[in-house]
């Protein structure tokens, strides 16, 4: 079992070095060791939340052959094999901040199921997720907004979105700046991650129940 350890500067500044070869030999060896003791910890946990197994996958970043990933995360979804396909949870890190998500990417197959079952629910959905709460529609970008900003309307839209663009995604997490103290205690990060997935769980089971 992996020891879960807490994040330091050294971790966000990985995405500063220049060269795939050399950013990718930082992020195994520093970044990847603390996604994969995070996958440990929390796979009983979301499966016992959602009601299936699920199962940890730590980004490869394997098809890269010029450009050094600007982002790298753990994923959990209920498929030994992959977790592109299915609605997700992940954990991961930009240069900027560490992030959480519940996430539908455009490979998913069900995405307009998973749009109107959240569309039937929206009101729940308003009600389970924190005005603090990011949402967004790209997981290849750092940008998110605020569930706050966004209203009803605004998370309505990229509900809707999800089934009416084919390259569509939705994502709803919570995003923690990089020199936000808590990164730095393992105990008040893990705290705060759980709190995360108690509200991203309801989430992901909603987004699965019957339109």
Avoid at 90 to 118: C, D, M, N
Wanted: net charge negative.
């Amino acid at each position: 079992m992996s020891t879960i350890t807490a994040f330091q500067q050294e971790d966000f500044d990985v995405f500063a070095i220049d060269g795939l070869d050399q950013r990718m030999e930082a992020i195994k060896g520093i970044i990847r060791p603390k996604l994969e003791a995070l996958g440990q910890h929390f796979a009983p946990a979301l499966s016992v939340a959602t009601g299936s197994e699920m199962f940890f996958h730590v980004a490869k970043h394997a098809r890269r052959t010029v450009n050094p990933p600007v982002d790298t995360w753990v994923a959990w979804a209920a498929d030994k094999r992959g977790y592109k396909k299915h609605p997700h949870f992940q954990v991961g890190l930009w240069g900027t901040h560490l992030f959480v998500w519940y996430a539908v990417i455009y490979e998913a197959p069900a995405k307009e199921e998973i749009s109107r079952a959240l569309h039937a629910h929206l009101d729940d959905i308003l009600a389970i997720v924190p005005d603090d709460f990011h949402w967004s529609p790209d997981h290849t970008k750092p940008d998110s907004a605020p569930q706050s900003t966004l209203g009803k309307e605004g998370v309505k839209k990229l509900v809707d979105r999800l089934a009416e663009v084919k390259k569509a995604e939705l994502l709803c997490g919570i995003t923690i700046d990089r020199h936000d103290p808590v990164l730095a205690d393992k105990d008040a990060l893990l705290a705060r991650l759980e709190a995360a997935f108690t509200v991203l769980t309801k989430l992901y089971n909603l987004s699965l129940s019957r339109a």
